[in-house]
């Protein structure tokens, strides 16, 4: 009996304070369906060797689908430790181990300069939170695709109105004089 209240325990210990703040931050995972990650790819138009970000990674099927169909090199970010152990042992298990890796961590302090193409699945106060990181760290040319939520004041360079996707390129979507690299 008190090993079954131990792991209650431990469980809504974890829920607590790893799972339900993380609805508070405004990053709940939904999973992204495969047509959406398939047309993001096609719309980042990334290429064997470049390498991918998504921030958000959750089970990493953008990780792996990246890897598998195109041949790029992939790094997810993911903070909620479930998902990270999920995506984590989908790559173990892929095969593509070595062009694919997930990374425990916030979003904010992973260094993403060796970005070519960044994917996302955020809320749009994070997008927005994110600007000037993007704008410090990512060389003029890098590929940000995002999945319903824009970022203000930028202009995408390709939208899927069907799809709710927008593409945007470092130094040809943000207004000019908002900041440079």
């Known amino acids: 009996m008190s090993l079954v209240f131990v792991l209650l325990s431990v469980f809504l210990a974890l829920f607590f304070f790893w ?3 993380l609805f508070f931050r405004g990053i709940p995972w939904q999973p992204t369906d495969m047509r959406r990650v398939r047309r993001m790819l096609e719309m980042s138009r990334i290429r064997p060797g470049e390498v991918l970000y998504d921030l958000g990674c959750g089970d990493g099927r953008i990780l792996l689908c990246a890897a598998r169909e195109y041949g790029a ?3 997810g970010v993911e903070l909620n430790p479930w998902l990270f ?3 984590w042992f989908r790559v173990f298990l892929s095969g593509f181990r070595s062009r694919v890796r997930v990374v425990f961590g916030n979003i904010f302090s992973v260094d993403l300069s060796r970005a070519d193409v ?7 106060h994070v997008n927005e939170a994110l600007k000037e ?3 410090r760290e990512l060389r003029d040319g890098t590929r940000i695709v995002s999945y319903v939520w824009t970022f203000r004041g930028w202009t995408p360079k390709e939208i899927d109105r069907d799809l709710r996707l927008f593409l945007y390129v470092k ?3 943000e207004p000019k ?4 690299v």
Not at 177 to 180: A, D, E, F, R
């Open 85 to 87: 152990l999920l995506a």
């Open 177 to 180: 004089g908002s900041g440079t």
């Open 73 to 75: 090199c992939a790094v």
């Open 19 to 21: 799972l339900f703040p």
């Open 133 to 135: 990181k993007f704008l």
């Open 118 to 124: 960044i994917t996302l699945f955020l809320f749009e």
């Open 171 to 173: 130094g040809e979507s």
